[in-house]
């Protein structure tokens, strides 16, 4: 697929198939996540691989529309607010290239931000100086919603003299 294609199509999945994904094919897409901007390359981002236990303790949306695979994606505090900030920003570019990887290649993700709930940041284990950026189903999609529409661009387009 074009990389126009890949992002035209791809969905926030709700419904996945059961096949399995190999642990080799997560690794690639979030090695593909690495290479997002990161400002000063704090290269803030750290991925949890949730388990069943946990899984089961987090109680999500049908278990994460029965997702072969969970992950939680977090983001370090920086030294500053701003660097905090910056991370946060850099942390989602992060999440984004993971998720066009992995579409171009047929698998799609459930972003689901119940990760900024404090009980479940404990259920999570997350320690302090970490936001959660979200907490995502990853599989195989049984279900590819219709697109949601979009404002066009030129709607928030300001030219500045
Ligand atoms: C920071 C962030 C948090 C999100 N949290 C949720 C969530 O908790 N539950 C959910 O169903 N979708 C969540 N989404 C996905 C959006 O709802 C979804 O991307 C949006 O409806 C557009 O649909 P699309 O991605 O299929 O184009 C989140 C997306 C972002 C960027």
């Known amino acids: ?9 791809r969905r926030n999945i709700k419904s996945f198939k059961s096949d399995p994904i190999d642990m080799e094919q997560i690794n690639k897409w979030l090695q593909a996540g690495t290479m997002a901007p990161n400002h000063r390359m704090t290269e803030p981002w750290e991925v ?7 899984r089961a303790q987090l109680n999500h949306k049908a278990d994460f529309w029965n997702a072969p695979v969970v992950l939680a994606v977090l983001s370090k505090h920086g030294a500053t607010e701003v660097e905090t900030y910056e991370n946060i920003l850099a942390t989602a570019c992060f999440v984004q290239n993971f998720n066009l990887a992995a579409w171009a290649e047929g698998v799609g993700t459930f972003w689901s931000s119940l990760g900024n709930n404090l009980q479940k940041r404990e259920i999570l284990g997350v320690p302090d100086g970490y936001d959660v950026i979200g907490v995502f189903g990853v599989g195989y999609p049984d279900e590819v919603s219709q697109p949601k529409e979009r404002t066009i661009i030129e709607d928030k387009i300001k030219y500045l003299p």
Request: charged letters at 20%; hydrophobic letters at 45%; proline letters at 0%.
């Open 1 to 9: 697929m074009e990389i126009l294609d890949i992002i035209y199509s």
């Open 48 to 54: 949890y691989i949730v388990g069943q236990e946990t």
